[in-house]
């Protein structure tokens, strides 16, 4: 089974053709196992990132034929060509920048003071919590895409990329998770509720008005559970984007 496998060197795009070979006629690999293969033989300067079993799910997602998707769960196809997710910068191979979007957080997250385990969340809460944080849903998003001119980062020079480690300007679906669960949690104060819904329009929640929707990675309802509740609650406070 044959893939491309797209590198990056130094800001330069390269593509290396990789013959996977099946551990037996009924193999049918996810796209880690190429990568981990592709290591271990021919490719053994390949960067890439995985988090399985440590804890850390959500690093290893890459773009496959140009969708984010996230390596360990993904099939491998012939003629796949797997490349970094096209909505961060690229560091090397398939390894791209994601502290830009925690970074965008500081100062944002006021959460809830205490633990009382005698508040039950809502239903809608502990579905948000199954975020791994892939960052899929920042693919086709126009209000991340504001970071870099309304395009993606490979479209800018490198020169005028914004620096992550300030973090991002502009928001993106996960950074609206992020301030849903604190809305919705019951131990959140109603100043802590306005203040996330502030912290959304700040980001450019004006984006999603018009917006068909973001995807998840993990098949988290985002538009019905964070954007639309977030732009029904702002209302008036939020110009179209189309204006």
């Known amino acids: 089974m044959k893939v491309e496998i797209v590198t990056v060197r130094d800001g330069a795009e390269a593509v290396v053709e ?4 099946r551990r037996s006629e009924d193999e049918k690999p996810m796209v880690l196992d190429v990568l981990l293969q592709a290591q271990a033989t021919t490719m053994p300067d390949l960067a890439f990132r995985y988090g399985c079993r440590a804890r850390n799910c959500g690093v290893c997602t890459i773009d496959i034929n ?5 390596a360990c769960r993904a099939r491998a196809r012939d003629g796949d060509r797997i490349s970094p997710v096209a909505t ?3 560091v090397a191979d398939l390894v791209v920048r994601r502290d830009g979007i925690a970074r965008q957080m500081r100062g944002r997250l006021q959460t809830a003071q205490g633990n009382d385990l005698n508040v039950e969340a ?20 126009p209000m991340h895409m504001r970071n870099f001119g309304g395009g993606l980062p490979g479209d800018m020079d490198p020169a005028d990329l914004p620096d992550p480690a300030e973090g991002y300007r502009w928001g993106n679906p996960f950074s609206l998770l992020k301030l849903q669960m604190i809305r919705i949690d019951p131990l959140t104060t109603a100043a802590g509720r306005e203040a996330a819904l502030d912290n959304a329009i700040d980001l450019g929640l004006d984006e999603c008005v018009g917006c068909p929707g ?5 098949g988290i309802d985002l538009k019905g559970l964070v954007v639309r509740a977030l732009v029904d609650d702002a209302g008036d ?4 984007a189309a204006e």
């Open 18 to 21: 990789f013959d996977y070979a």
């Open 66 to 70: 140009g969708r984010p998707r996230i």
């Open 88 to 90: 961060l910068p690229a």
């Open 122 to 141: 809502p239903a809608d809460y502990h579905e948000l919590t199954s975020c791994i944080e892939c960052y899929a849903c920042l693919n086709n998003c």
């Open 214 to 218: 973001c995807k998840c990675g993990v």
């Open 237 to 240: 406070r939020l110009p179209s």
